[in-house]
């Protein structure tokens, strides 16, 4: 199980690639065959999830930090697979940390989780900022607590990540059910100023498997 938290600090990934509906099972499979890392390459977790739409494949990988990942570059098993994944897919990586979280209270813990055994809808966004200075605007307005959501019917989570290199936002939510997250979308009124000139580009997603580094 997936945690996702502010405090932990990871290094995370945001991987998207963009394929189609006959390669999206394809890619899944190719990650699988390169097995689990053990935890001293300092990987946490790799949380592969399928687009709706069969059009993408978003990995949200967590490493213990950057330096972690950067070891795992040298891995050549795992180049040769990227290679042959690159013959049918683009690829995109968002390298982020985690600002915010925000979980439903009726829930209990206050914790996020990410696990194969949850019937969730997930939801992510990611907002192309210009600037440095647009993206902590956008951050301002979504990194904040949001009471709405905790009364709005099917909402479970969401966490705020930005990048290093301050060019986006990643919004990751969890909802009960798409019908509870069309309703919120159809609710929530205008789209924040904070938003005018930003790219937005929506994902809705099930979770296809996730790995976690083995102990040693």
């Given amino acids: 199980m997936t945690r996702i938290s502010v405090k932990d600090q990871y290094y995370t990934l945001v991987n998207i690639f963009e ?3 006959e390669h999206q099972n394809r890619l899944i499979e190719i990650w699988q065959s390169l097995g689990p890392a053990d935890e001293r390459s300092g990987l946490v977790s790799v949380n592969a999830h399928l687009s709706h739409d069969g059009n993408s494949v978003i990995s949200y990988i967590q490493w213990r930090d950057k330096a972690a990942w950067e070891g795992i570059l040298s891995d050549p098993g795992r180049q040769e697979r990227f290679k042959e ?10 390298h982020c940390e985690v600002v915010h979280t925000q979980r439903n209270p009726k829930l209990g813990d206050s914790t996020i989780e990410i696990s194969e055994q949850q019937d969730v809808f997930t939801v992510i966004e990611v907002a192309r900022t210009r600037s440095k200075s647009q993206q902590n605007e956008l951050l301002a307005v979504v990194a904040q607590p949001n009471m709405v959501l905790d009364t709005t019917p099917g909402y479970i989570s969401h966490s705020v990540h930005r990048d290093f290199e301050g060019e986006t936002v990643v919004s990751y939510s969890q909802w009960e059910s798409q019908e509870a997250y069309d309703a919120f979308r159809a609710d929530r009124g ?5 938003l005018d000139g930003v790219a937005l580009r929506e994902y809705t997603l099930r979770i296809a498997y996730i790995t976690e580094a083995t102990a040693i």
């Fill in 85 to 94: 994944v690159l013959t049918f897919a683009t690829f995109d990586s968002i």
């Fill in 19 to 21: 394929t189609s509906p």
């Fill in 190 to 194: 205008a789209r924040p100023a904070a």
